[in-house]
């Protein structure tokens, strides 16, 4: 729980100093989560540039479903890859921490929580809109004590 607590207020630092800056853009997500197989709900927030192409992106997702609701707050960091001129979509990559809380609600085991901090592997795809706002599409595997799999798809609000 020390562990939790920690990360936590390592991420509401580095946004805070973001938000100052102005460089924060707000955006929602949603999908489905592999093991525990769930659909997810979410925030994520653009915090700024960290070093050329490299952005911090914290996002909370909340998953609900097989007897089990699953917050995930996940600070982390994607690795903008550089658009070829004239390219419509571009591509991202990178990772960071889980911090996972768990609570469920089981008629054979009984109702309890847990909480776990992980690690994640993140991969997407990225389409600006005629609005300005990006519309993306995201590939995430846990490492260790993270769900094994989501698939989100998510608008960004630049």
Request: hydrophobic share 45%; glycine share 14%; aromatic share 12%.
């Amino acid at each position: 729980m020390k562990k939790s607590i920690a990360v936590l207020m390592a991420v509401l630092c580095l946004v805070a100093t973001a938000a100052v800056a102005g460089d924060v853009s707000p955006g929602i997500r949603g999908g489905i989560t592999f093991d525990p197989d769930q659909v997810h709900f979410g925030a994520h927030l653009y915090a700024g540039e960290m070093f050329p192409h490299a952005f911090f992106v914290p996002n909370i997702e909340i998953g609900f479903g097989d007897n089990l609701t699953l917050v995930a707050l996940n600070p982390e960091l994607l690795y903008r890859f550089e658009r070829t001129r004239g390219a419509d979509w571009g591509f991202y990559a990178g990772g960071g921490l889980g911090v996972n809380f768990y609570s469920w609600d089981s008629s054979r085991i009984g109702d309890d929580s847990d909480t776990e901090l992980g690690l994640n592997i993140v991969g997407g795809a990225t389409r600006g809109l005629s609005s300005g706002n990006e519309l993306f599409f995201e590939v995430k595997f846990g490492v260790a004590d993270s769900p094994d799999g989501k698939l989100t798809v998510g608008l960004t609000f630049f």
